[in-house]
């Protein structure tokens, strides 16, 4: 299997050095068949893990460091396809949505090439079993990823974006070797087997949350989310797309990587774990619904659904801490199916608003409208993928999130009070978020889709190109087929549970919830299909019927236009100013004046700012700001300060050695 990994460096190195030879139009296809020709190879090389068949091998055997080996088990097996696949649908979307701008060759050849190795770090992430090697790959992953988003490097909010992500990646950097190093010290080993042995000897509870922390802000949880939401603006499409669907998984990979070498305290991590879960969620979705700048709201959306996931890791843990192989199975279970079905559905939104903003060249909802008659296809898209998001059938964003509501529902059985009121709490707090999640993208879809055009646009928008839209059209082939034939995923992530826990089975209550879910989804198919046969009927009765076409009636206005639509603004108002605490919103207009019978044309302006960002992070950076301007006397510009400055230096060593204090 070593000669695959090769031959996938190989591929990578040969692609990067043919990227700056070939012509323009090409570049994005030399880079398309890199990224597919390392997924093939990786995939071989995972889908006998799948089976149960781990994967093991050495790369360096006695280092200073200690053995580094490759190790594909089932769950590095199920996040690496993930990889492979949005990697793939990424390439070749990218190939199309970059075809409409000018950029130059050189451009070119960093972004692909950069791309090819983003790729193949975050599989890397998932097969390198050493602290210090795994650093090596999460670190390639984060400047990789960073110098993707700020592909439109002279926009000045793009870059602050960028560097935003990167400190912020940077953060978890500082958690994740805070937590090796604690593991080397106390076993001398960076191996991840010395992380069980570590749990094995001490207490659990401090150095998986460490962990977490580092993990976490990858993923998105709150207080630790405040990049996605300026990352994945700022990043071209295909770039968001695989970020959310694939990059932020790779935290949930981690702390499932952690809980495999658990040994103790499941049910206080769970209860941690379960809790600030559903107030991500919470959270995400709010902002979510208030946001018009469609590509912020996605990303407020993955902050959600990351919530969604954790609910699913928190209900594992304490199903392990109180022996109920239902909820260890649906928790688990629900979580990692969620991971690709996110993975799924959120790379389809963020390449179907891609096609919106390539059309269109802006995000505000609020300037858009009507885009069904002259875009249908991304229409239909967009439809498909918000249907699936907001969990609702016959899509596979059901299937994951029923699993995790029947996991809540188990543990109803908990011997424990405070368990049992957690539990009711949690499912009162997933039902809001789905009930939120369809008010945000029924705004979302009626904003920008239905109605009429807000604003002229500077070129009418007209349906993408088909390499964009074949992408799109893979993912729902493969959404449909985990919301129709569930029994062959769930299958797959039973086997990798097993690694997890061996003592529980679950393979009957698995089965069977999988033929539930398969029932409801073909019943919503019926449903689908007696509704479109209605339709069928009603379109034949009204051919041969003279049909006219009038304008809507407007209430008594004889003169409608466009701005009397409803706005997302609109849409989402009575939520914002409800949770106005929460969801801070900062207006810039002139009050009218007392008397002011006939007022002057007047403009009003508003955005919301995150709440923790906008409390707590904006201040601690103001504060370094003011603190670091006291030196900034130091760097004064002039030449004549610089060279006392090394005078000084120069002086001191030499006292110091004088007097023997250093040699």
């Given at each position: 299997m070593m000669e695959m990994i090769i031959v996938s460096w190989i591929v990578t190195l040969l692609a990067i050095f043919v990227l700056f030879f070939v012509p323009s139009k090409i570049k994005g296809y030399t880079a398309a068949v890199?990224?597919?020709?390392?997924?093939?190879?990786?995939?071989?090389?995972?889908?006998?893990?799948?089976?149960?068949?781990?994967?093991?091998?050495?790369?360096?055997?006695?280092?200073?460091?200690?053995?580094?080996?490759?190790?594909?088990?089932?769950?590095?097996?199920?996040?690496?396809?993930?990889?492979?696949?949005?990697?793939?649908?990424?390439?070749?979307?990218?190939?199309?949505?970059?075809?409409?701008?000018?950029n130059s060759?050189?451009?070119?050849?960093?972004?692909?090439?950069?791309?090819?190795?983003?790729?193949?770090?975050?599989?890397?992430?998932?097969?390198?079993?050493?602290?210090?090697?795994?650093?090596?790959?999460?670190?390639?992953?984060?400047?990789?990823?960073?110098?993707?988003?700020?592909?439109?490097?002279?926009?000045?909010?793009?870059?602050?974006?960028?560097?935003?992500?990167?400190?912020?990646?940077?953060?978890?950097?500082?958690?994740?070797?805070?937590?090796?190093?604690?593991?080397?010290?106390?076993?001398?080993?960076?191996?991840?087997?010395?992380?069980?042995?570590?749990?094995?000897?001490?207490?659990?509870?401090?150095?998986?949350?460490?962990f977490f922390a580092g993990f976490g802000l990858k993923a998105g949880f709150i207080p630790l989310h405040s990049w996605l939401p300026h990352a994945h603006p700022a990043a071209p499409s295909h770039i968001s797309g695989v970020m959310s669907g694939v990059i932020v998984k790779l935290g949930i990979y981690g702390i499932f990587r952690m809980i495999t070498f658990l040994h103790a305290d499941f049910i206080l991590l769970g209860e941690i774990i379960l809790t600030l879960s559903v107030l991500t969620g919470i959270y995400g979705i709010l902002n979510a619904t208030v946001h018009r700048d469609f590509k912020r709201m996605l990303a407020y959306c993955t902050i959600e659904k990351i919530g969604i996931i954790g609910i699913g890791i928190g209900i594992g843990l304490i199903g392990i801490g109180n022996a109920s192989p239902a909820m260890y199975f649906l928790g688990f279970g629900g979580a990692l199916l969620q991971v690709l079905n996110h993975s799924l559905f959120k790379s389809l939104l963020f390449y179907s608003a891609g096609s919106v903003y390539q059309q269109c060249h802006t995000r505000d909802m609020e300037q858009l409208g009507g885009l069904i008659k002259t875009m249908p296809k991304t229409a239909a898209i967009f439809l498909i993928g918000a249907v699936a998001i907001g969990g609702l059938p016959p899509f596979n964003g059901f299937v994951s999130e029923f699993a995790i509501y029947s996991g809540l529902i188990e543990g109803f059985h908990a011997n424990s009070l405070s368990q049992i009121i957690l539990f009711v709490l949690s499912l009162a707090g997933l039902c809001l978020i789905g009930g939120l999640s369809v008010l945000t993208f029924t705004k979302t879809f009626g904003t920008i889709f239905l109605g009429q055009p807000r604003k002229v646009l500077q070129h009418q928008p007209h349906e993408v190109s088909l390499l964009m839209l074949l992408p799109q059209y893979?993912?729902?082939?493969?959404?449909?087929?985990?919301?129709?034939?569930?029994?062959?995923?769930?299958?797959?992530?039973?086997e990798a549970l097993y690694e997890i826990n061996s003592t529980a089975n679950g393979s009957v209550l698995i089965n069977a919830y999988a033929s539930t879910i398969?029932?409801?989804?073909?019943?919503?198919?019926?449903?689908?299909?007696?509704?479109?046969?209605?339709?069928?009927?009603?379109?034949?009765?009204?051919?041969?019927?003279?049909?006219?076409?009038?304008?809507?009636?407007?209430?008594?206005?004889?003169?409608?236009?466009?701005?009397?639509?409803?706005?997302g603004k609109s849409f989402s108002k009575p939520l914002g100013k409800i949770l106005n605490f929460l969801l801070i919103e900062k207006k810039q207009f002139e009050e009218?004046?007392?008397?002011?019978?006939?007022?002057?044309?007047?403009?009003?302006?508003?955005?919301?700012?995150?709440?923790?960002?906008?409390?707590?992070?904006?201040?601690?950076?103001?504060?370094?700001?003011?603190?670091?301007?006291?030196?900034?006397?130091?760097?004064?510009?002039?030449?004549?300060?610089?060279?006392?400055?090394?005078?000084?230096?120069?002086?001191?060593?030499?006292?110091?050695?004088?007097?023997?204090?250093?040699?």
């Open positions: 890199a990224v597919l020709a390392n997924s093939l190879l990786i995939s071989y090389i995972a889908f006998p893990a799948l089976g149960g068949h781990i994967q093991e091998f050495p790369v360096f055997a006695g280092t200073f460091l200690g053995d580094i080996s490759i190790r594909i088990d089932g769950l590095s097996a199920w996040f690496i396809l993930i990889i492979n696949f949005t990697s793939v649908t990424g390439v070749f979307y990218g190939i199309g949505y970059l075809k409409a701008y000018t060759s050189s451009k070119l050849n960093l972004h692909w090439s950069l791309f090819i190795i983003f790729h193949l770090s975050m599989v890397w992430v998932c097969m390198l079993q050493n602290g210090f090697a795994f650093l090596l790959a999460w670190e390639m992953m984060s400047l990789t990823s960073m110098l993707l988003v700020i592909f439109d490097h002279h926009n000045a909010q793009t870059l602050k974006a960028g560097l935003n992500y990167l400190v912020q990646m940077h953060i978890s950097v500082v958690f994740l070797t805070i937590g090796f190093i604690w593991v080397y010290s106390s076993t001398g080993s960076f191996g991840f087997d010395a992380i069980r042995t570590f749990f094995l000897s001490n207490n659990n509870i401090w150095l998986f949350l460490v893979v993912i729902i082939a493969l959404m449909l087929s985990v919301a129709f034939v569930p029994q062959f995923y769930l299958k797959i992530i039973l398969s029932a409801i989804s073909l019943y919503s198919i019926l449903l689908i299909g007696i509704a479109a046969a209605l339709w069928f009927i009603r379109s034949l009765v009204m051919k041969s019927r003279i049909q006219r076409v009038e304008a809507t009636w407007g209430c008594g206005y004889v003169a409608p236009n466009s701005r009397i639509q409803y706005t009218l004046k007392p008397g002011e019978i006939f007022p002057a044309k007047r403009s009003y302006a508003s955005h919301y700012h995150d709440f923790f960002e906008h409390n707590f992070i904006d201040s601690i950076t103001q504060r370094l700001i003011f603190s670091a301007n006291y030196f900034s006397f130091i760097q004064n510009g002039r030449i004549q300060s610089y060279v006392l400055y090394g005078i000084v230096f120069i002086l001191a060593m030499f006292i110091l050695t004088v007097f023997n204090i250093v040699s």
